[in-house]
């Protein structure tokens, strides 16, 4: 069993920063690619960024391409999303995942992904 615990999320005004973390249980998680998915109050979860399994390839949402970067330690079992220049519309609960998708091009799909945190608020105030 996988578990995945994220941490890290809080209020930002808008401009800033904040990084967010996903720590996993298990020894696989170096070899699969994992994710990261928003869902603001009222919306569907939405696809944010991956990163393939030793971190060289990431993909990211174009409304978060240039401000966000995802990385990842996989000596410490963690993937991270640092954000940046932090917008009002990112306000939402943040989720990591383990993808077990076979190609890069099904990274941005939610059934691709077979375990998920529990989500971490992120709130960016005006």
């Known amino acids: 069993q996988v578990q995945l615990v994220e941490s890290g999320g809080g209020l930002v005004q808008a401009g800033g920063s904040l990084r967010v973390s996903c720590a996993a249980s298990?020894?696989?998680?170096?070899?699969?690619?994992m994710g990261w998915f928003r869902q603001a109050p009222g919306k569907e979860r939405e696809f944010v960024a991956a990163?393939?399994?030793?971190?060289?390839?990431?993909y990211y949402a174009d409304s978060v391409k240039g401000r966000f970067t995802i990385s990842r330690v996989n000596a410490k079992n963690t993937v991270y999303l640092e954000m940046n220049s932090l917008k009002p519309e990112d306000t939402a609960v943040y989720y990591c995942?383990?993808?077990?998708?076979?190609?890069?091009?099904?990274?941005?799909?939610?059934?691709?992904?077979?375990?998920w945190g529990q989500g971490t608020q992120v709130t960016v105030s005006s």
């Open positions: 995942a383990r993808s077990r998708a076979v190609r890069a091009d099904l990274l941005r799909l939610r059934n691709q992904y077979d375990y």
């Open positions: 298990g020894r696989t998680f170096s070899s699969y690619a």
């Open positions: 990163i393939n399994w030793s971190g060289s390839n990431t």
